[in-house]
C-alpha cells in the first residue's frame, strides 16, 4: 500500500509538473490580456477534462461581478452572467482569497443560478491573485467530481495566469500613458 501511494503521488506530481510547465511555456506567446485569458480557458479546458471553464472579474460599476469569458458547453452558457455585489461564491472567494470546491454546487444556496451548470455540478474554483489583490477567478464545472489535487494544480495555474495578466495589464497601462 504505501508502495502504491508512493507511485501515485509521484505521479500526481509529475502531471502537476507538466501541466504548469505547458501552461507557461504557452502563456509566454501572449502578448494581450484577450490572449491570455484565451490560452487559460483553452488549457483548463484540456487539461481538466471539463464541461465549462470560465474567467470572472470583478465589475468596477456595480461592486460585483462578471463572467467575462468561457469555454464549454457550461462556460458559454454563463459568459456575460452578472453577479449582484455580494451574492454568489466569487464573493466568497474574493473576500477568503482562497479556493472553492464543491461536487454539490447546485445545492450550494451561496451558488448563484445554479440551474446554468445543467448537469456539470462539480465545480472548482481559485482566486486570481497578483500583488495579494484579487483581479478575478477561474472556474471550472464538470460532472464528475473534482479532488483535492485537481484545486491544487488549479490553484497553481491561476497564480502563473494572475501574474501574467498583471503583467499585460501594466504594460497595456504603460503604453496608453505614453500615447497620451
Same mark, same amino acid.
Given at each position: /500500500? *504505501? +508502495? =502504491?501511494?508512493? +507511485? %501515485? /503521488? &509521484?505521479? #500526481?506530481?509529475? &502531471?502537476? &509538473?507538466? =501541466?504548469? +510547465?505547458? *501552461?507557461?511555456? *504557452?502563456? &509566454? #506567446? =501572449?502578448? %494581450?490580456k484577450t490572449g491570455i485569458l484565451n490560452i487559460i480557458l483553452d488549457q483548463l479546458v484540456s487539461l481538466f477534462e471539463v464541461d465549462g471553464a470560465m474567467l470572472v472579474m470583478p465589475n468596477a460599476q456595480t461592486g460585483g461581478f462578471v463572467n467575462e469569458m468561457g469555454r464549454g458547453i457550461v462556460g458559454e452558457r454563463m459568459t456575460g452572467l452578472v453577479i449582484p455585489a455580494g451574492r454568489g461564491v466569487c464573493s466568497w472567494v474574493t473576500a477568503n482569497k482562497t479556493a472553492y470546491l464543491n461536487n454539490h454546487a447546485d445545492q450550494d444556496p451561496l451558488f448563484y443560478r445554479p440551474e446554468l451548470l445543467g448537469n456539470s455540478h462539480c465545480v472548482a474554483c481559485a482566486p486570481l491573485l497578483a500583488q495579494e489583490q484579487v483581479i478575478g477567478s477561474l472556474w471550472l464545472a464538470r460532472q464528475m467530481d473534482f479532488v483535492e489535487q485537481d484545486l491544487h494544480l488549479l490553484t497553481a495555474i491561476a497564480d502563473i495566469a494572475a501574474n501574467a495578466i498583471h503583467r499585460v495589464m501594466l504594460h497595456e497601462q504603460t503604453e496608453l500613458q505614453l500615447h497620451h
Open positions: /500500500q *504505501v +508502495i =502504491a501511494r508512493d +507511485i %501515485t /503521488q &509521484r505521479k #500526481q506530481h509529475e &502531471r502537476e &509538473r507538466e =501541466a504548469i +510547465i505547458s *501552461v507557461s511555456a *504557452v502563456l &509566454r #506567446q =501572449a502578448g %494581450t
